[in-house]
């Protein structure tokens, strides 16, 4: 081996474990039930996409159906930046607030069946994310860019647990 072809990192660089709250559905009455759950990040990986990678697996145990339904898939997740347009608008709500960028795809038929369902849904991405240290709120955007609503939610806010 030559110097070049060692890469010299710490086991900390590469992998750590992080506790996250996920939330499914119960079978027999939908309400959303909290699931620990230890996730493995790997160096070059961001907490939020781990978790929604988790959260798009679906459940380990009997009993809880998946919170995803089939095919429908979180473009990207980021820490909202004070640059990102239409975002800076909410600053008033305190300098607390973190607000995570969640972007959506517009295909409206991948969305639950049911006002009840689709509610659910985003509750459970919003507590699941909320359950991250850096994360407070989620703010929802469809294809990059800020609506009112998403199918039967209200998204023109910053969402919160």
């Known amino acids: 081996f030559r110097p070049s072809d060692v890469l010299l990192s710490s086991e900390e660089d590469v992998v750590r474990s992080l506790d996250v709250v996920l939330y499914f559905p119960e079978a027999s009455s939908q309400q ?12 070059g990986e961001s907490a939020m996409g781990v978790l929604m990678e988790a959260l798009q697996a679906g459940p380990e ?10 095919g429908f898939r979180v473009l990207t997740v980021r820490l909202a930046e004070d640059g990102v347009e239409g975002l800076a608008a909410f600053q008033s709500w305190g300098p607390d607030l973190v607000l995570l960028d969640v972007m959506l795809p517009a295909d409206l038929e991948l969305l639950p069946e049911g006002e009840s369902a689709q509610l659910r ?11 991250l240290d850096e994360v407070t709120s989620v703010q929802v955007l469809v294809d990059g860019e800020m609506r009112t609503s998403f199918g039967a939610v209200d998204i023109s806010q910053p969402l919160r647990p």
């Open 32 to 43: 959303l039930l909290a699931r620990q759950k230890t996730l493995t990040l790997y160096e």
């Open 121 to 131: 849904m985003f509750r459970g991405i919003v507590r699941s994310l909320c359950s």
């Open 61 to 70: 145990e009997d009993g809880v159906l998946p919170l995803l339904p089939d």
